[in-house]
């Protein structure tokens, strides 16, 4: 069965500062992978995503995210981090060739708070 | 393109009553989802549509029901509606299978409370 952890419930991080929010899954086949942002009273809104290739992909908002296969990891990080950052972040999984194929998995939201 | 929009925004029922929430996408997208976000559970996928005439469930499907008869529109029904039902609903919609690893698309939900 497909399963995506975020072990934070929340990250408190300062303006300026790095932050990084955790993500770990469990899937059969290849994985992929998804992370999403969520304002107040608004729909989730894509940042980015792991296919293949490249380890560490690119998003947006200056986001980005290492996946690590050894780990099972698809960490969120963002090199200086802004009060705008703010908002509820979402880790999502499926994985081409499987039953599940299309239908994404989401972990259970780790709120990201930035503080001036 | 106003992407993936939902009817209504806000409502209220009272235990027993019935309601449908629309969902529209103007993408020509093939697959669309319905899913319920509940404070620390994350978005749970109810019923999903990989094609106009097609559905099929999910994770959380009992108490709800769906229809695709157009493409364009994905209809979540609760027939007779119960407290537990109480939660944010989100409408989402991806190009399809072939594009599988397609990010979806999600609307701006509606946020539903059962007395």
């Known amino acids: 069965a497909q399963s995506v952890a975020q072990p934070e419930d929340q990250v408190n991080v300062a303006e300026g500062n790095p932050l990084t929010v955790k993500c770990t899954y469990s899937?059969?086949?290849?994985?992929?992978l998804f992370w999403y942002v969520q304002y107040p009273n608004r729909g989730l809104q894509f940042l980015l995503k792991?296919?293949?290739?490249?380890?560490l992909v690119k998003g947006s908002y200056g986001f980005e995210a290492e996946f690590n296969k050894s780990q099972t990891s698809f960490h969120l990080k963002k090199p200086s981090a802004l009060v705008s950052d703010s908002a509820l972040y979402f880790c999502a999984v499926t994985a081409y060739g499987s039953s599940n194929t299309g239908k994404l998995i989401f972990g259970q939201g780790t709120t990201l708070q930035v503080k001036p | 393109n106003a992407g993936v929009t939902q009817t209504p925004k806000f409502r209220v029922l009272k235990t027993g009553q019935s309601m449908t929430l629309l969902c529209a996408q103007d993408?020509?997208?093939?697959?669309m989802y319905w899913y319920r976000q509940d404070p620390g559970m994350g978005l749970r996928l109810i019923h999903y549509s990989v094609g106009e005439g097609t559905t099929a469930k999910g994770e959380v499907p009992d108490g709800y029901n769906v229809s695709r008869l157009k493409k364009q529109n994905f209809l979540l029904g609760l027939e007779s509606a119960a407290p537990s039902q109480t939660s944010v609903y989100f409408c989402a919609s991806s190009p399809g299978l072939v594009h599988s690893y397609n990010e979806q698309f999600f609307g701006p939900g509606t946020r539903l409370t059962v007395l």
């Open positions: 993408m020509n997208h093939e697959y």
């Open positions: 792991y296919i293949t290739g490249d380890n």
């Open positions: 899937v059969s086949g290849n994985p992929y």
